[in-house]
């Protein structure tokens, strides 16, 4: 079984600052890209920034300049660093990873439960 866990959300005013975290565990051989998405109600889930192993990020236009996002392979944890968030980016945030599990052959996405992050104006 592999699980992600991810924590850090919560309420915060416009132009503050909260980080997340998401940890995989379990039996897990490697992870490829780490990752983070996004959802609101009543629209699909859009991606947010995603980390490879070796380093390479990329993120969506809409947050280029404020989210940065880490690893630390060594804890199988990813990091989302969100600065100047706009009421607009309020949503639950879900943690992607494609993960090589023990016992399996090709990898396969997994994700976190989502942690809601309320920007309020």
């Known amino acids: 079984q592999v699980q992600l866990v991810e924590s850090g959300g919560g309420l915060v005013q416009a132009g503050g600052s909260l980080r997340l975290s998401c940890a995989a565990s379990?039996?897990?051989?490697?992870?490829?890209?780490m990752g983070w998405y996004r959802q609101v109600p009543g629209k699909q889930r859009e991606f947010v920034a995603t980390m490879t192993s070796d380093g390479n990020t990329n993120y969506v236009d809409f947050v280029k300049g404020r989210f940065t996002i880490s690893r630390d392979n060594a804890k199988n944890t990813v990091y989302l660093q969100m600065n100047s968030l706009k009421p607009e980016d309020t949503a639950v945030y879900y943690c992607n990873a494609i993960i090589s599990a023990i016992g399996k052959l090709i990898p396969s996405p997994y994700w976190g439960q989502g942690t809601q992050v309320t920007v309020s104006s």
């Open positions: 379990g039996s897990i051989r490697s992870i490829n890209a």
